[in-house]
């Protein structure tokens, strides 16, 4: 069984689609595995197997979707949801060439991400290893590849409305595309490297919540100046009994 090469049919009843808008971004995606413990099978003996941290990055294409309602069209004795799918694809900022990243589902069109239509947006993730070393690291249909740290890859969007469906020919059998396509949207540039969004603040930048020392200290400042005066009035009332005192005993 061979697939045929996605192919795209106009139907007159499929309307086009408008260019997309999109941006594309990177999101440093890195996690810790926690420390996990087992029991040897064979000796009974506990094994600690340590924690570790698995640097990611992963690149995020935000699509806007477009006004768009699924209906079903009638094809012979079939028939098929009409959807909105998007078709990705990127190359080297010095390259010539463009790749297509592919989804690799005859029912989704082979190139196209369906649209989530029950959102503005549409976002599309591609998670990789990282190392400040050897760069980003990522293994999808259409995007094998190693992209070293701080060069600039560029992205590009277009969106298809249409259907899936198969196409006989003789001896073989597979899918086709039929509907409409926009064209190519503009260029998005991302750098390697640079994250927009960490995974977490580091423990030193936490701050203490307002409820903690401040406010401690402004209460117990009045106290203790309350506390000064009336020691002050205290001696004072003192000093003045013995002064009196001490004048009548010499009066006397």
Same mark, same amino acid.
């Given at each position: 069984?061979?697939?045929?090469?996605?192919q !795209?049919?106009?139907?007159?009843? /499929?309307?086009?689609?408008a260019?997309?808008?999109?941006?594309?971004?990177?999101?440093?995606? %890195?996690?810790?595995?926690? @420390? @996990?413990?087992? @029991?040897?099978?064979?000796?009974?003996?506990?094994?600690?197997?340590?924690?570790? #941290?698995?640097?990611?990055?992963?690149?995020?294409?935000?699509?806007?979707?477009?006004?768009?309602?699924?209906?079903?069209?009638? $094809?012979?004795?079939?028939?098929?949801?009409?959807?909105? &799918?998007?078709?990705?694809?990127?190359?080297?900022?010095? $390259? #010539?060439?463009?790749? $297509?990243?592919?989804?690799?589902?005859?029912m989704?069109?082979?190139? +196209?991400? %369906?649209?989530?239509?029950?959102?503005?947006?549409?976002? /599309?993730?591609?998670e +990789?290893?990282?190392?400040?070393? =050897?760069?980003?690291?990522?293994?999808?249909? +259409?995007?094998?590849? @190693?992209?070293?740290?701080? !060069?600039?890859?560029?992205?590009?969007?277009?969106?298809?409305?249409?259907?899936?469906? #198969?196409?006989?020919?003789?001896?073989? %059998? +597979?899918?086709?595309?039929?509907? $409409? =396509?926009?064209?190519?949207?503009?260029?998005?540039?991302?750098?390697?490297?640079?994250?927009?969004?960490?995974?977490?603040?580091?423990?030193?930048?936490?701050?203490?919540?307002? %409820?903690?020392?401040?406010? &401690?200290?402004?209460?117990?400042?009045?106290i !203790?100046?309350?506390?000064? !005066?009336?020691?002050?009035?205290?001696?004072?009332?003192?000093?003045? /009994?013995?002064?009196?005192? #001490?004048?009548?005993?010499?009066?006397?």
């Open positions: 069984m061979l697939k045929m090469p996605s !795209v049919y106009a139907e007159t009843s /499929i309307p086009k689609p260019v997309p808008e999109f941006t594309v971004k990177l999101f440093d995606s %890195s996690y810790d595995v926690p @420390t @996990t413990y087992s @029991t040897n099978p064979y000796t009974g003996e506990k094994v600690t197997h340590p924690g570790y #941290r698995v640097e990611s990055r992963t690149i995020e294409i935000k699509i806007k979707n477009q006004p768009f309602t699924p209906f079903v069209v009638e $094809e012979a004795t079939a028939n098929w949801t009409v959807g909105l &799918q998007y078709v990705i694809r990127w190359k080297g900022y010095f $390259e #010539r060439d463009w790749h $297509e990243i592919y989804y690799d589902n005859p989704d069109g082979f190139t +196209g991400f %369906s649209a989530n239509l029950e959102s503005e947006y549409s976002v /599309i993730s591609f +990789g290893e990282y190392s400040s070393t =050897e760069g980003l690291r990522l293994y999808y249909q +259409g995007l094998i590849a @190693t992209f070293p740290p701080d !060069v600039q890859v560029d992205f590009q969007v277009k969106a298809r409305i249409g259907y899936v469906s #198969r196409y006989p020919v003789p001896f073989t %059998s +597979g899918w086709t595309f039929n509907g $409409e =396509e926009s064209g190519w949207s503009n260029t998005q540039t991302l750098t390697i490297g640079v994250s927009q969004t960490p995974t977490s603040s580091p423990a030193t930048t936490s701050t203490p919540t307002p %409820s903690e020392g401040p406010q &401690q200290t402004e209460q117990i400042e009045p !203790v100046g309350a506390a000064i !005066v009336v020691t002050v009035i205290i001696v004072g009332v003192g000093l003045l /009994i013995y002064l009196i005192k #001490r004048k009548q005993h010499k009066v006397a």
